[in-house]
């Protein structure tokens, strides 16, 4: 049924992503991207090679202008997963409906919490097997959830989403999230990144972070500090967890067509790990790239690790 759905979807927007409204805000677009590696992982004492998807998507976005001052806005994108053995391999990411005007922006719908967005590119391993998410708490996409964004003041913008109660991953519990960000997250438009984030009762957890990423002497230098503790259990029941602290630095350096990168990550009390890789820009929307990457859990005698060489085209 999902699988026929979203080809239904797919077809629908090709044949009318060209087709442009006289009051279109931003006509209909299609965009994706597949990110596919061949890895060696080492996980648990076992060992398996996997030609495995990361992250691969595919969705649908656009805007219509309701009036001189308003618009509509929307976002409807699904993971797919080249390798899963089922044929049905979609699964939702963010999907969500919004007004945006002077005011800023208000949307509903599944969608990534304002933590989770106020990380920037801070991630140099996002979505492969470092992603940070492995050891820090608070990478949240809530599948009920309201979320307003402020205008953007001398470069500075808070955000804040609502997790309802009604959503299964909110353990029955309201949940909100907050972010001030300043700058560029892209470092496009701004030499400095930077912002700080609160988490109450999101999936179990209330988590306070603060990211900061800049350009040095050619180099993308970012840092990272977390404070996590667990509120509520996954039956809705009160916990007085103790509070853990991590921290995570990384670094990129651009050689005309390479990347070059760099990571480093710990938790208290969970693990640490570091990662090395690079990227190879074959044209603007294509890449080759190859990674390694060790983690370590506390208490556990061999680390994990993982080693891959992938191909991304986005579109």
Not at 97 to 114: I, P
């Amino acid at each position: 049924m999902m699988n026929a759905f979203c080809k239904t979807l797919l077809a629908s927007a090709l044949a009318t992503a060209t087709l442009a409204s006289a009051n279109a805000a931003e006509p209909l677009t299609v965009y994706g991207k597949l990110n596919v590696t061949a890895q060696s992982n080492d996980v648990a004492d076992e060992s398996e090679t996997t030609i495995q998807s990361n992250a691969s998507r595919l969705g649908a976005k656009g805007s219509f202008e309701l009036s001189s001052s308003l618009e509509a806005f929307y976002t409807i994108e699904y993971e797919v997963d080249t390798g899963d053995e089922a044929k049905e391999n979609f699964k939702a990411r963010n999907q969500f409906v919004g007004l945006k005007g002077n005011f800023g922006a208000f949307s509903v719908g599944r969608n990534d919490t304002m933590l989770k967005q106020s990380q920037g590119k801070i991630d140099q391993f996002n979505d492969l097997s470092a992603d940070l998410k492995n050891l820090f708490k608070g990478e949240n996409r809530i599948e009920q959830t309201a979320t307003y964004l402020t205008p953007t003041f001398n470069g500075f913008k808070v955000g804040v989403t609502y997790a309802a109660e009604a959503a299964k991953s909110q353990y029955a519990q309201d949940g909100f999230s907050v972010a001030a960000m300043y700058g560029d997250a892209k470092l496009k438009k701004s030499p400095i990144y930077a912002s700080i984030a609160y988490d109450s009762d999101v999936k179990g957890y209330e988590v306070v972070r603060a990211t900061v990423q800049g350009k040095v002497a050619g180099f993308k230098l970012g840092g990272m500090y977390q404070q996590q503790e667990e509120t509520y259990s996954k039956t809705g029941e009160a916990v007085n967890g103790d509070s853990k602290t991590g921290y995570l630095f990384s670094a990129a350096y651009t050689i005309d067509a390479v990347v070059l990168k760099a990571q480093f990550q710990d938790m208290e009390d969970k693990g640490d790990s570091w990662s090395i890789g690079g990227d190879y820009k074959l044209g603007k929307p294509t890449k080759l790239f190859a990674f390694y990457s060790s983690r370590s859990y506390e208490g556990e005698e061999n680390d994990d690790k993982f080693f891959g060489v992938g191909l991304e085209h986005k579109f």
